[in-house]
């Protein structure tokens, strides 16, 4: 595919006309600079050209707040794509933590020229379809699927989810990773436990967060047990509610501590021993909680624990997670379980991990805090 010089101008205007208009409505919008992208780089989908190029550029951003305030308002996050433009706004505004007139005039301007960035990069490369080279063409323009895995002598089914965590939807249990003091990351952070205390805020009509109930119920659990300003035993988990995110039908989060922090640095230690320990720990108090609630908790999701910023690869970290949950399925166990994850080649690891398969190492990695 021959390379193509597309002005940075000329989509940043048009970028502009996609987040106003909104990806179902732009039948009838002239997008040339688009379009001609779109063409360059084969990104090529029945009547969607255009989107699947903004998905590409997207998943170059740095994944964290930007890229999730990217799919926030370009409509690219599940269930967004009819949202109205200020709908949109109003989430990804809610990622940086700040008014909608500060992120209109100061992040939103600097999201959407950053998408334009990594779409001029495209153009340039004529780098075929943009996808990544491990990404499964299966995976591609999907958020979610059921596959079924080996566990033990039988079989499961698994559900994979390929979106930003806090889009997740009826799931019963959340499984957040914390550090071992069990001290939640600002919200404004990228992390998945900042993103879950994000989405879990009670917020008033303007936006403004009125509660903090994932983050006050974390701080009484740990006061109940002694532990407030000191750190548990990594692979302990504490339960909480799920504050405002009930209303997408998730009814608890297992805070997992997994981060052992550095003493004078901002930097940690994860075992994947922790990561499996945890995960037991996590399916046991399912099993402790499941006839406390009406309906009865049955369904349950683990990101890929101490893989973003805690240092861990993907694979290390999915190994980690999975010898807990063949475990307890190859037993008997009849929970719903799920896995979500943030680009196509991490969901496609689900789908090879061998049934049992453990960590090749507990040696510790270094990841950075926040």
């Known amino acids: 595919m021959t390379p193509l010089h597309v002005e940075h101008a000329a989509v940043l205007d048009e970028l502009k006309e996609v987040r106003r ?18 063409a360059s780089v084969a990104a090529r989908t029945p009547d969607g050209a255009v989107e699947a190029l903004l998905r590409h550029a997207v998943a170059r951003l740095d994944a964290g707040t930007l890229r999730t305030a990217a799919e926030y308002t370009l409509g690219l996050a599940q269930g967004t794509r009819d949202w109205p433009a200020s709908s949109r706004r109003a989430r990804a505004c809610a990622v940086y933590g700040v008014s909608v007139e500060r992120f209109r005039k100061d992040h939103e301007v600097m999201v959407l020229g950053q998408i334009a960035d990594r779409i001029v990069q495209l153009a340039a490369e004529g780098a075929g379809d943009g996808a990544p080279a491990d990404a499964p063409r299966e995976w591609e323009e999907r958020t979610h699927r059921t596959v079924e895995v ?29 550090n071992t003091y069990l001290a939640l990351p600002e919200p404004y952070k990228s992390s998945v436990s900042a ?28 006061a109940s047990y002694g532990t407030a300003g000191r ?55 399912l099993a402790e909680e499941h006839g406390r609630f009406e309906p009865p ?52 690891l689900v789908e090879r991990i061998p049934a049992g398969a453990r960590p090749g190492h507990d040696r510790p990695l270094t ?3 926040g």
């Open 150 to 178: 080996r566990a033990g002598a039988g079989s499961a089914r698994l559900t994979v989810h390929v979106h930003p965590i806090d889009l997740l939807r009826d799931v019963d249990v959340v499984v957040s990773p914390t």
């Open 195 to 222: 993103s879950l205390r994000r989405a879990a805020a009670v917020r008033g009509v303007t936006g403004d967060v009125l509660a903090d109930p994932v983050h006050e119920e974390l701080r009484t659990w740990a």
């Open 231 to 285: 750190p548990v035993l990594p692979g302990t988990v504490a339960p909480t509610g799920a504050g405002a995110l009930a209303d997408q039908g998730i009814r608890r989060i297992y805070h997992a501590a997994l981060a052992v922090p550095r003493a004078g640095t901002n930097d940690y230690d994860v075992l994947p021993a922790d990561v499996t320990r945890a995960s037991a720990r996590a399916l046991a108090l």
């Open 297 to 348: 908790l049955r369904s349950v999701c683990f990101p890929l624990l101490g893989s973003g910023r805690g240092g861990l690869p993907p694979e290390v970290s999915l190994a980690a997670v999975w010898a807990s949950v063949e475990a307890e399925l190859a037993r008997g166990a009849r929970w719903d379980v799920h896995f979500v994850v943030r680009d196509a080649a991490a969901a496609a």
């Open 21 to 38: 208009a909104g990806l179902v409505r732009l039948r009838g919008h002239a997008l040339p600079a688009l379009e001609a992208a779109a």
């Open 367 to 369: 990841g950075r805090s």
